[in-house]
């Protein structure tokens, strides 16, 4: 069965939705921000997934990368995992220098090009990242107890239409 969300059809004028006028200024509450409780439910399953991984060590920050590589066969380089941890590559290097301090991953210089340094999992590294889609997936199930599947979806909709809204440009820019 496809579990991605299915899109809620919107009206668009040039391709772009209508702005919202939900919030305004004299009644902005904070708390009842979106937003807002975006940042705390990811704080939040941030701390329970790291909760579910503390046996193996990791902290939140190390056991994303430590999943990238996993999910991405053939290793990635060092600015490709920064890229996708969304992460500068100073804040990667460090990273990287704590895993592979704790031999779990390991820098391999590329027999073609010596410029390039490529990632990957030791056994050890490979071993401790299968564990993480058993926590996040134990974490974000008990975040969704009481939904049916078809809300589960909605909401995962809902959140794509405001990530596309993002991704458009559309946040923070003023209305014309």
């Known amino acids: 069965m496809d579990e991605r969300p299915s899109r809620i059809p919107m009206p668009a004028?040039?391709?772009?939705?209508?702005p919202a006028d939900f919030y305004t200024p004299n009644s902005y509450n904070p708390s009842?921000?979106?937003?807002?409780?975006?940042r705390r439910i990811l704080s939040s399953v941030a701390s329970a997934v790291e909760r579910e991984l503390e046996s193996t060590g990791l902290t939140h920050a190390q056991w994303i990368p430590l999943f990238k590589l996993a999910v991405h066969p053939g290793g990635a380089t060092v600015a490709e995992l920064a890229r996708l941890c969304e992460l500068d590559a100073g804040a990667m290097t460090r990273l990287l220098d704590r895993l592979e301090a704790?031999?779990?991953?390991?820098?391999?210089?590329?027999?073609?090009?010596?410029?390039?340094?490529?990632?990957?999992?030791?056994?050890?590294?490979?071993?401790?990242?299968?564990?993480?889609?058993v926590a996040l997936s134990r974490v974000q199930n008990a975040y969704l107890a009481g939904f049916s599947r078809e809300e589960w979806l909605l909401l995962k909709s809902f959140l794509s239409r405001i990530l596309d809204n993002a991704q458009q440009g559309?946040?923070?820019k003023k209305n014309a």
């Open 13 to 18: 004028a040039a391709g772009r939705p209508p």
């Open 32 to 38: 009842d921000s979106v937003g807002y409780l975006m």
């Open 102 to 133: 704790k031999n779990l991953c390991q820098r391999e210089r590329s027999s073609e090009d010596r410029r390039v340094v490529r990632l990957a999992l030791t056994e050890q590294g490979k071993a401790v990242a299968e564990q993480i889609p």
């Open 170 to 172: 559309c946040a923070g």
